[in-house]
């Protein structure tokens, strides 16, 4: 099985910039894309930002421009840097892996406890 541990998040005022982080491991076969989704109070849950295996990338329109994610392959870990936030932007962040456990095993959806992202205005 994969885990998947966040760290990062926490409390910052409008403008300002934080970093999460999201490590995944166990047994791990292949990792598909690897990502991170948002649930604000009373909404759904949401893409922000994931990325693939082949090096490529997507973004919530709402957060382009503004948010990069990039990939330690050797570590099998994903950043999200967050620049410029906005208190929009406040809600639970969960990191994201779709990936295959064995060669044998099907490709699964994996995800993290979450980590709380507040903005201040």
């Known amino acids: 099985q994969v885990q998947l541990v966040e ?10 910039a934080l970093r999460v982080s999201c490590a995944a491991s166990g047994t791990i076969f292949r990792i598909d894309a690897h990502g ?3 649930q604000a109070p ?13 090096g490529s990338t997507d973004y919530a329109d ?7 994610i ?9 950043y999200l840097q967050m ?4 208190p929009e932007y406040t809600a639970v962040y969960y ?10 095993f099907p490709v699964r959806d994996y995800w993290g406890q979450g980590t ?3 903005v201040s205005s």
């Open 116 to 118: 709380q992202v507040t």
């Open 62 to 68: 709402s957060v382009k421009g503004r948010f990069t």
């Open 70 to 78: 990039s990939r330690d392959n050797a570590k099998n870990t994903i």
């Open 95 to 104: 990191c994201n892996c779709r990936a295959r456990a064995r060669s044998y």
């Open 42 to 54: 009373g909404k759904q849950r949401e893409l922000v930002a994931v990325t693939s295996t082949g």
């Open 83 to 86: 620049n410029s936030l906005k």
């Open 7 to 16: 760290s990062g998040g926490g409390l910052v005022q409008a403008g300002g």
């Open 36 to 38: 991170w989704y948002r």
